[in-house]
DNA sequence: TAAGGTTTGCGACTATGGGGCGAAAACTGT
DNA sequence: ACAGTTTTCGCCCCATAGTCGCAAACCTTA
């Protein structure tokens, strides 16, 4: 079967998409949306179907294969595997969705079933790790966005403060922002308001062969 | 099903353990190992059962999962999934091996069956990238070496030249290796006999958040 | 219009760590 | 001894990230 970790930031925070069981095993437990394989399917064909089920799939900005789950002892009845899919959703949209189905952050989980936490945070880690080294912030990130807002959307994934000054540097030269010449409409609290920003390219791709956007602290590390 | 890709670097040169199919389909072809999961039988279970049929098992001194191939056009005949994994073998070791079963340089590959070439290819990326930013080198390297011969395993695995000067620094700094005190038998071209090293943790270890070994040219980078 | 508060933009300075280079050290063999 | 090799180590350079602080831009209120 294939599962959807499904993140998005919401109110400054990192959620997960979860609905709860209406049969057994774990009825009523949270868990993360997924379902069977169907005949000749695609896996990634096969998370989307069952995605749909919850959210517009078209809205996904991102999908991508997690792992392979294959403890015998995962589900209590029978034995089955599941690869999990990592999705994200950019955070200036907000899906309708059915009644089951909730966003919950990631760092206040309720319960859940078979051993779905520890899947939701193997998808959190994905997220950390390739928002570092990639330009993936365009999947949580709406189209145009001010650095603030671009820092705030990476402070929430990262779980870490970081810095606009550095952050806008630091993607400006990597060439993956990229100035739309216009600015925000001004702030409600007054301010100043930001100029606006885009990703320059909408696909996944490897900044450098090994870039880092790292927590505070020193280290690095190259070797030519 | 499960495949393995086992990469060694032999004689300077990474390659990858293939066999040569008996069958059809794409019989007479060489292929990445791997069979058909039991009944009950974890992932990882399943490929080193199908490895343990080619090379000693004990032998390998890393195992992690890759991907899951699920493309209904991967097998000519029957629709299969397949997951594949990364497995790797020290350099000073030179398993027994059946008639059938013999190392390739995976530079320099001969035509595979199924999509087995691009699974090879995805191995060979997985090293590399975590040859960067982990410890993953002790699963490449003898218990005990000269800066040199890691050196030099580094290049063959990375295809690209190394400093002995920075990865010694470089592994140094991050603590992934630990002087023995010995030094090697002096070598037989002459020269000056390097002093052996170790890693310090045999287990596979992310070194900081996001290390990096990276190819010439400048560039890294973080964010606080 | 002016003053106060808030947010953004930007330049300057500092610190860290990798890259390169060359000299010295340690061996072998002639 | 001396030449040839390989390793080790220190030194300097430079790219880049982190920090700080001030000026700019905008809103609200007086």
Redesign the interface.
């Known amino acids: 079967m294939t599962l959807g970790v499904v993140l998005q930031v919401r109110d400054g925070v990192l959620q997960v998409l979860l609905w709860q069981r209406a049969r057994q095993p774990f009825k009523g437990l949270w868990s993360v949306p997924g379902g069977y394989l169907a005949?000749?399917?695609?896996?990634?064909e096969s998370i989307r179907r069952h995605l749909a089920e919850k959210v517009d799939v078209r809205e996904l900005s991102h999908l991508e294969?997690l792992?392979?789950l294959?403890?015998?002892k995962r589900s209590p009845r029978e034995?089955q595997?599941a690869?999990a899919y990592l999705g994200l959703v950019p955070s200036d949209i907000d899906p309708e969705l059915p009644g089951d189905t909730d966003w919950h952050p990631v760092d206040d989980l309720p319960p859940l079933a078979f051993d779905h936490g520890s899947i939701v945070l193997v998808g959190r880690e994905r997220l950390r790790?390739k928002l570092?080294?990639t330009n993936l912030g365009f999947a949580l990130a709406p189209d145009e966005f001010a650095i603030s807002e671009l820092r705030d959307l990476?402070a929430a994934a990262l779980g870490h403060?970081?810095?606009a000054t550095?952050?806008q540097r630091?993607l400006l030269?990597?060439e993956v922002l990229e100035p739309t010449g216009r600015q925000r409409a001004s702030g409600p609290t007054g301010g100043r308001p930001g100029s606006l920003f885009r990703f320059r390219t909408p696909e996944l791709e490897i900044?450098?062969?090994?870039?880092?956007?790292?927590?505070?602290g020193p280290?690095?590390?190259?070797?030519?």
Chains 1, 2 share one sequence.
């Open positions: 005949e000749h399917d695609t896996l990634e294969q792992e392979t294959s403890d015998p034995w595997l690869t790790a570092s080294y990476y403060d970081v810095s550095n952050l630091v030269r990597r900044t450098d062969q090994f870039a880092v956007l790292r927590p505070p280290a690095r590390l190259p070797v030519a």
